[in-house]
Nanobody
Framework: QVQLVESGGGLVQAGDSLRLSCAASGRTGSTVIMAWFRQAPGKERQRVAA????????TYADSVKGRFTISKDNAKDTMYLQMNSLKPEDTAVYYC????????????WGRGTQVTVSS
């Protein structure tokens, strides 16, 4: 089992920055891909960004490319999402997820952290 705990959400204004953190514990060595998802009210969950275990491979949703950066520190078992130039449409609950197999199937999930961007 892997436990994931997100932190760093909050209320900010458009144009501001936030950094989310995801602290992992348990059998973290079994995870090969980690990702950030988000879900806004009335909308489907969307994968925002994902990163390989080594950190060398990353992928982003088109809506956040150039504004968000995903990274991880394996020594600290922590993943980050640096969010710059935030927009009101970035408002959502952000979830940390981990996969033991591939880029598509995520077994482990955190409880989420709220990000609200005011205009």
């Amino acid at each position: 089992q892997v436990q994931l705990v997100e932190s760093g959400g909050g209320l900010v204004q458009a144009g501001d920055s936030l950094r989310l953190s995801c602290a992992a514990s348990g059998r973290t060595g079994s995870t090969v891909i980690m990702a950030w998802f988000r879900q806004a009210p009335g909308k489907e969950r969307q994968r925002v960004a994902a990163i390989s275990w080594s950190g060398r491979t990353t992928t982003y949703a088109d809506s956040v490319k150039g504004r968000f950066t995903i990274s991880k520190d394996n020594a600290k078992d922590t993943m980050y999402l640096q969010m710059n130039s935030l927009k009101p449409e970035d408002t959502a609950v952000y979830y940390c997820a981990a996969s033991a197999n591939n880029w598509s199937t995520y077994t482990y999930w955190g409880r989420g952290t709220q990000v609200t961007v005011s205009s």
